[in-house]
């Protein structure tokens, strides 16, 4: 080895002091970097953002159903304010962005039926559905020149626990630390697991197909799902240029056994398949993109914080896709975990302080482990077909869509509008 080659590989080892270190450059991860990089004090942080990824770009957006990304989110207004607040949601809005303003829920298994309107709660949309790569574009539009050290490519090789506090290596030979190591690096964390969190995971024994298609009728700016025998499936509306209103993003939770034998179908096949699922409440599923399928396990690590570590996302808890509600989970934990971390720093706290991580723990475990049980009784009244049960909850469901003033309250909340700091 020559000298420049030892050089260069001792400074690579010689560690490079942060003050936060996020790990996950995923929207959970960038969202907190986007965040933190808004510093109200007059010392700015020294952060770093690793993730094992490129940056990402704006795609070329056409119009088909092979061209939107198979991944979409259903942002509350909670989440949306969040975005607004650290500089991405303009970005997103200007690009594609299909606000809804109805949702329709109905039980294949009888009559139940629920309808929500915005404008039972007077607001212009109950949520937005956002594809993930242009949020994710977004964000990583705004990190350039916000003063975060951007380490794109870079995969976290080990972690340590040292007297200066958490210790990460990097692929490449360098070394990270910082009083304080933020993952948001999804629900394989490989920080949870190094750092020794536990968790509590089970499987729902479903796997989710996830993918666009287009519709002969409009799809009315609805979301729409149905309760199968099998599992839920949902169209979430889907923004076009020319508002005819016929793109949606499917998400259809099924059995191995079933989710097999759709996969393996042709597109035509699927489509119709698709179709009978749905009773044909848009008309015919005239096409499909790329279909992508996922399995569906549940994760909660029963605490989010050990000493100079925090779970937040999906590497803190993941839910069912039901309600699309993990991404907001993830985004309401990055705006609280801000606030405490600001907070702290306004009292001259430092980040990685007990009592600042333990005030975010309070705020958050709370909301996630309701939130999940919701998730994980909804899933399970749905696939009981014990007659007594069919019949209270289609009863149930009829009684709740005429009782305005609780429904009030659940859209209130599902938007996040009642979560106050």
Known sequence: MDNSSANTSSANTAPQQFDLLIVGGGLAGAALALAMSLNSTSTPLRIALIEGGPLQTWPELEESVYDYDARVSALTDASRQLLDEIGVWPLVAAQRVCGYRDMDVWDAEGTGHIHFSAEEVQRPALGHIVENRLVLAAMHQCLQGCGVSLMFGCKVASFQRSHDGPRLSLADGRVLTAPLVAAADGARSKIREWAGFDTREWDYHHHAIACTVETSLPHQATAWQRFLPEGPLAFLPLADANAEQRYCSIVWSAKPELNQQLMAMNDQDFCHALGRAFEHRLGDVMACGKRVSFPLRQRHAPEYVQDGVVLLGDAAHSI????????????????????????????????????????????????????????????????????????????????LDAALPLKRQIIAKAMGLSDKP
């Not at 919701?374 to 009981?384: I, K, R, S």
Request: aromatic share 6%; no cysteine.
């Open 320 to 399: 069912h896709p039901l309600a699309g509600q993990g991404i907001n989970l993830g985004f309401a934990d990055v705006k609280v975990l801000a606030e405490e971390l600001k907070r702290g720093q306004a009292r001259q706290l430092t980040l990685n302080d007990a009592s600042v991580l333990g005030r975010y723990q309070r705020r958050r475990k709370g909301d996630n482990l309701a939130m999940m049980a919701a998730m994980e009784g909804f899933q399970h009244l749905f696939e009981t077909p014990a007659m007594p049960l069919r019949l209270l909850r289609n009863t149930g469901m009829r009684w």
